[in-house]
């Protein structure tokens, strides 16, 4: 096993033992979701103007965002943001290991393990109970695998950046408190991608 795979595979194990963590995010995103689709529902009914998105295609946009909501780069390492705050970042220069993929491969774990606690019963309940709409073909869900692999990467290569941008900045803070900001509104999060404005 090389140590980009003993690292995922660690921090991978110990994430995945906060399940009471993964619980109450199950819960929040379920409330978060329902708050969502009763607002949009609210808007379709108000509104009798073309829309670039029906209904039950907002709702399972809603529900797929609310599911991967832990795959956001928002946020960074809270272990290697305390590193730098402390010194303690001068052993992870030291490894044998390249700093940049290692700390990839624990934005991996990072990202994946709370995810697939999350993911699973939130998508189960969401397409047997709340409307949200399955693949019509298992050609549409193997190309929904591919592009959330897709996203995963890009996630991590996003929180790695924040990640290295702690080595200037130090504590964080700044970033800590943008970075949620701008990522939720342009990821679509908030209002899907779709009801932007088309300059946008």
Do not use: H, K
Not at 113 to 128: K, M, Q
Not at 175 to 197: C, D, N, Q, R, Y
């Amino acid at each position: 096993m090389s140590g980009y795979q003993a690292l995922v595979s660690a921090r991978f194990r110990a994430l995945l033992q906060y399940r009471s963590a993964a619980i109450a995010g199950l819960t929040t995103q379920i409330l978060f979701g329902l708050t969502f689709v009763m607002v949009f529902e609210a808007f379709f009914r108000s509104s009798t103007a073309f829309q670039p998105m029906t209904l039950p295609e907002v709702t399972t946009y809603i529900w797929l965002g609310q599911a991967f909501f832990v795959l956001f780069p928002w946020n960074v390492d809270a272990d290697l943001r305390a590193m730098v705050r402390s010194g303690g970042v001068s052993y992870e220069l030291l490894r044998t290991l390249d700093l940049y993929f290692a700390w990839f491969t624990r934005a991996i774990a990072m990202r994946t393990a709370p995810t697939l606690l999350r993911s699973i019963p939130l998508l189960t309940l969401a397409a047997l109970f709340l409307g949200m709409q399955v693949p019509e073909s298992p050609a549409d869900g193997i190309a929904f695998v591919i592009t959330m692999f897709g996203v995963l990467l890009l996630s991590c290569a996003i929180t790695n950046i924040l990640t290295i941008s702690l080595m200037w900045t130090i504590s964080g803070d700044g970033i800590a408190g943008f970075a949620p900001a701008v990522i939720m509104t342009l990821s679509g999060m908030i209002v899907p991608i779709p009801f932007f404005p088309e300059w946008l």
